[in-house]
């Protein structure tokens, strides 16, 4: 499981395809539809190039709360 959650305004994201570009872990898609969708959460290493990157600042990276010690 990510420890990073990937959460996207749909609102503001007009689908440009930035993020998909410049994730280095590829987490992200364009459909067939051209829509953005974020399709490997789980692999996202927090580094926020994508959240950095975005021009409509339709991207928030979180740290998921570390469950592992109760
Ligand atoms: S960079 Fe922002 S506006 Fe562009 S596809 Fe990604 S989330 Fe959507």
Redesign the pocket.
Known sequence: MSKYSVA?NGK?????????AYCPKKI?ALTAKKK?IVEQEENCIGCKM?EN????L??TITKKEDKTNG
């Not at 994201?13 to 998909?20: A, P």
């Open positions: 996207v503001w994201c007009k689908s440009c395809g930035i993020c998909v992200f953005m994508c990157r975005c021009p409509d339709a991207l």
